[in-house]
């Protein structure tokens, strides 16, 4: 879990873009449609299901409008997967109050997420966030 730490670290420390347009604009929709139920053909999103069944399988709650939001801010899988672990370590819910929260002078930048990528592979080049004893530790330790 060692490498993990050190990772999630490295995450916490990197510099931070504020929030530009569009994302800046649906992040201001998410806030103000939070009450409100999300459109089916949201729910149907490939990237969104990623991240609702990621943060359910890390019993992290959840809102349908944070998952929204880190969907259009992550625009990959590998890249939501990195601001869920962060979350999860961090012991903040994936909602619209735990994101600003975390990131209230903004977002990593995109070249610095591959780096953190590169990062989290293991020795054998399998993804350390995949790791089951990881997942186990993180949902075990309630973290």
Known sequence: MEKFIEWAEDFENNKRESMRDPIGEIFYGCCMNESKEIPNEVKSMFL???IKKRAEYLKMVNSDWACLFL???????????MYLYYMKYKKS????EGITSLF?????????????????????????LDYGPLNEWL???NI
């Open 48 to 50: 969104f299901n990623v």
């Open 104 to 128: 209230p002078w903004g977002f990593i930048p995109k070249k610095d997420l591959e780096t953190l990528w590169d990062k989290q592979k293991m020795e054998n080049g399998h993804n350390l």
């Open 71 to 81: 969907a259009a801010l992550a625009e990959s899988p590998g890249t939501a997967v």
């Open 93 to 96: 819910p994936l909602t619209i």
């Open 139 to 141: 949902i075990g330790n």
